[in-house]
């Protein structure tokens, strides 16, 4: 049985502070969503250097810096910042009533049937 | 460098070589030299096609630092030169596992193993070498390694330390087998270098530098056999390499074998294709070979009769090549200098040019050497230094422009004394890769670079084994006119000090850091100094400020301080390091309740409760019922105090009681990093206040007050700031030294660097005038009256109902505020 990916509510916009990141379960795997300046964006919450929360990190204009050891990411292109590290980046955006969706890929809905 | 890239007068040679490339260009070989070509020519033709064949399945890497990975373990993958993405930005093509197997100069095209042909308008040979292996009978067995790239240093390490090695031979004593011994050595192996000459690096060393050199290789469990010939090696019954058989027919046993006697340029590509080979590849002063398409560089090529098997000539030849496929100069290369540093075996080296000749001058004691060699008409032609490398790069220097002394005695002892600002331009200061004096000097004022780590980054210069960079932050130093001032920005995107955002905060009325960044752009690129920012703009204002959490580390934004695993840990306020039986039992029940994995007791006489889930901190603290401990911030940490005269015999003053004062008038407020105290009863300093921040320590007749104390990754004992007659006039002193110390740090700066950097003089000029006294008091009041003394009441009155919480998760207590539309509660 296949999935196709799908714009799924995960929370209220209201939920994410301007500049910060909050995250959420997403199939098997842990999204970070960020309020920024310009818009909303999501990447992988878990760093990949040691699995840091990137939800709780520093937050800049583009950036998200990870607590743990400071590795940092682009959250609109999910590339490291000085490294070559790459997290995934996902589609989020807010409906008229408020509600966060997240474009959710098709392997994630596969992980979410499994889970 | 400069000294032997000579320009020419623009002679177009008939060779064609001196035509400008026109089309792409192939440098085929991943190795150091390639990789220089790759960036020379680069950064004289932004745009000509280049395309970067390697041999490897990895990208180049420094193999000059290859003792590392075998001494230290150290990951190949750490070596490499350039991250991948510099080859992307740049435009370079360049591909991995890619082995040419046919060059065809006149068509301008090379075809790889799987078939591929790509064409070239200009191609450069960067084939490198092999390890050289002398034709010794048994040599081809398992158990006899090389040493010269990442898989050798693997198979080494894995011959060395399996269970029952009890020694490795090295064969060759020369730079190479001592750094291969070197790093067996380091590894635990006993080891033994056979070396056929009379002293260890002939090459390099006369023999009195070469007899002090013996004695502490040995030092480090390496035995030598001089003018020693290995006749054969023979195998044992599992077919590995297990003796030596040497020409006086002695013989020796071991476990491994490893043949560093030199290397044999790599030129298999070069005859197939018809060029000119002899030793190596044939070049001419301009690097090109004998047919005009095709150049080449490094160890495969042959100058003048001569293969350089060191890095430096790399980077000189290097250059000239690329002036020669660009056009945008007529260079020549004249030869290297031929030098060595000596980077292991604990003892340093440097030599560069002739060891012996006409006139030398030595100057030596039981553990240095230092000698200067110079010719009929006084030029510098040599140097040997050992053990005292003091001036080595003002020495090397003279050796390559060969400097007229008359009298060397003297140019020896200047040496000694140099410092970076009187080295000429031309100085290499990193040997690694080649960067010169000048080269660093117009970076730093091309690119306005401020600290050692920009330096390095931009110019390369101490990235490579990273021996020079004391070097580089002198140059650094000297160039800006003083001091480095590593933590001089604040924020280091926008260049901005303490100073200036201060001003602006000021001058600007700025309450919030969201206003400091719609000012000046501070924070607004990299987001690392933020905290920082707002630590300045709270403490400007007198905590009177807008708070904004997003400026704030997770640790702040929750009160707790997030542990590897992403979950937090709490440690209740406990004022003096006294507590309850009310208070243990509380803390022992919330450990039981929420399944605390760890209870810990600090250094800060504190119970630290660890691995707790951000969603439970509201609960756990509501269940503990204490204030906030503060253990997560940059901030007022702990009071730690001793019994003092409440219960030791020994004690002079009541440290507990004063202790208890000095935290609960401190508590809350935060400072440009943490400060942690102590309050102790006697000098004896049970609560170790001589290496606190702030230390008060009891005396006969009166108090004393230390600040700038450490016991951590420094560890220091305070100065005296004074001496008092009373408790209250000390605990006076140390608020006005706090208060001085959060107006003046730069954030992050523990108060022993900031008596280092300022000296105790100057903070007694301030802190000990009684006018200025009362002002710092003043303000000390302000900001404490203003700061929160317990932000874990946060758990009835979060700043956001997601503070504690991700989106799809709710805190274990619900906040005592108005259930509502979520658009009241945000902020």
Redesign the interface.
């Known amino acids: 049985m296949s999935f196709e990916s799908a714009w799924i509510p ?3 916009a ?7 990141g ?4 997403v199939g098997s795997r842990r999204v970070a ?1 960020f309020r920024m300046p310009t818009g909303w964006a999501a990447i992988d919450h878990a760093c990949p250097h ?4 990137l ?7 583009a ?3 990870c ?2 050891h ?1 590795r ?1 990411f682009d959250v609109f292109t999910g590339r490291q ?1 000085g ?2 590290d790459v997290v995934a980046t996902y589609e989020v955006r807010e409906s008229g009533d ?1 509600t ?1 969706e997240l474009l959710v890929p098709a392997d994630l809905m596969v992980g979410a049937e499994a889970a | 460098m400069a000294a032997l890239r000579i320009i020419t007068d623009g002679g177009q040679g008939p060779d064609g070589g001196s035509r400008p490339v026109s089309g792409p260009i192939l440098v085929i070989g991943g190795g150091i030299a390639g990789q220089a070509v790759v960036e020379q020519v680069r950064d004289r033709d932004s745009r000509v096609p280049i395309t970067f064949l390697c041999g490897e399945d990895r990208l180049p890497y420094d193999r000059v630092s290859l003792s590392r990975i075998l001494a230290e373990g150290e990951d190949p993958a750490v070596l490499q030169l350039r991250p991948d993405a510099w080859y992307a930005d740049r435009g370079i093509d360049v591909r991995l596992n890619a082995w040419v197997t046919a060059v065809d100069p006149d068509a301008g095209t090379a075809t790889l193993a799987g078939g591929e042909t790509l064409p070239f308008d200009r191609a450069v040979l960067c084939t490198g070498s092999d390890a050289f292996v002398p034709p010794i009978p048994g040599a081809d067995a398992p158990g006899v390694e090389v040493f010269r790239g990442p898989e050798d240093c693997a198979a080494i390490a894995a011959a060395v330390t399996a269970a029952g090695a009890r020694r490795a031979v090295v064969i060759g004593g020369g730079l190479l087998g001592l750094e291969a011994a070197y790093g067996i050595a380091t590894l635990g192996c006993p080891v033994t270098v056979v070396h056929l000459m009379d002293r260890l690096m002939e090459r390099q060393l006369d023999t009195g530098a070469a007899e002090l050199l013996a004695p502490a290789i040995e030092g480090l469990g390496v035995d030598v056999l001089l003018e020693t010939s290995t006749a054969n090696i023979t195998a044992g019954p599992d077919g590995r390499a297990n003796r030596l058989a040497f020409a006086d027919g002695t013989e020796l046993e071991t476990d491994l074998v490893v043949v560093a006697v030199g290397i044999a340029p790599q030129a298999d590509l070069a005859r197939q294709t018809g060029l000119a080979v002899e030793r190596g590849i044939v070049v001419d002063d301009r690097l090109v070979t004998s047919h005009p398409r095709i150049l080449s560089v490094g160890e495969c090529a042959q100058h003048r009769g001569v293969c350089h098997g060191i890095v430096a000539p790399i980077h000189e030849q290097a250059a000239v090549a690329a002036d020669t496929l660009t056009g945008v100069a007529d260079s020549a290369y004249l030869g290297s200098v031929p030098s060595a540093k000596l980077k292991v075996m604990g003892v340093a080296l440097v030599t560069a040019g002739a060891a012996a000749g006409e006139r030398e001058v030595v100057v030596a004691d039981s553990g240095t050497y230092r000698k200067l060699v110079v010719d009929a008409e006084d030029r510098v032609i040599g140097t040997v230094l050992l053990g005292d490398t003091r001036g080595a790069e003002l020495l090397l220097d003279a050796v390559k422009t060969g400097l007229v002394a008359a009298d060397p005695l003297q140019l020896l002892a200047e040496a000694s004394q140099a410092t970076a600002a009187e080295l000429p331009d031309s100085a290499q200061i990193c040997n690694c890769n080649g960067i010169c004096k000048g080269d660093i000097l117009k970076a730093i004022s091309g690119g306005d670079l401020g600290s050692t780590q920009e330096v390095v980054s931009v110019t390369r210069a101490g990235a490579g084994c990273g021996s020079c960079k004391p070097l580089v932050t002198e140059l650094l130093a000297h160039a800006r006119g003083g001091a480095v001032e590593e933590a001089t920005y604040l924020c280091p995107c926008r260049k901005l000090t303490r100073e200036e955002l201060a001003g602006r905060v000021r001058a600007e009325g700025i309450e919030a850091v969201s206003e400091l960044a719609a000012s000046c752009g501070a924070g607004r690129d990299c987001g690392a100094c933020k905290p920082g920012l707002a630590y300045l703009v709270s403490e400007i204002n007198g905590n009177q400020h807008r708070e904004e959490r997003h400026a704030r580390y997770i640790n702040d934004r929750v009160h707790a301080n997030i542990q590897n695993d992403g979950t937090f840990s709490v440690v209740p306020r406990m004022r003096g390091g006294v507590t309850t039986p009310d208070e243990l039992r509380r803390i022992a029940d919330v450990a039981d309740k929420y399944d605390i994995p760890t209870v810990k007791v600090t250094g800060g006489q504190r119970i630290d409760l660890l691995g707790i889930k951000k969603e439970d901190l509201p609960a756990v603290w509501e269940e503990l019922d204490m204030p906030s401990g503060h253990a997560y911030a940059k901030s007022v940490r702990t009071v730690k105090t001793c019994v003092g005269t409440t219960h030791c015999r020994f004690g002079l003053g009541d440290a507990m009681r004063v202790g208890i004062e000095l935290e609960t008038a401190m508590e809350g407020l935060y400072t440009p990093a943490k400060v942690k105290a102590a309050v102790t009863g006697c000098p004896r300093n049970c609560a170790e206040a001589y290496v606190k921040d702030i230390g008060l320590v009891a005396v006969e007749g009166g108090w004393e007050v230390y600040v700038g104390g450490a016991a951590g990754a420094s560890v220091r004992k305070g100065d005296l700031l004074a001496t008092l007659q009373t408790s209250e006039e000390a605990k006076r002193i140390a608020y006005v030294f706090l208060q001085y110390y959060r107006e003046h740090a730069d954030y992050l700066e523990r108060t022993y660097a900031y008596m280092e950097r300022v000296g105790l003089e100057a903070v007694q000029a301030e802190v000990m005038d009684p006018a200025k006294q009362e002002e710092y008091l003043e303000r000390y009041r302000i900001a404490k009256a203003a700061a929160d003394p317990d932000p874990w009441r946060e758990r009835h009155a979060p700043v956001h109902p997601k503070q504690f919480a991700e989106l799809d998760t709710e805190p274990a207590l619900l906040p005592m505020m108005p259930v509502g539309p979520p658009a009241e509660a945000t902020r």
């Open positions: 995960v929370g209220r209201d939920d994410v502070p301007l500049l910060e909050r995250s959420v379960m969503i040691k699995g840091g929360p939800a709780d990190g520093l937050v800049a204009d950036c998200v810096t607590p743990l400071g940092r910042v490294g070559d408020g966060l």
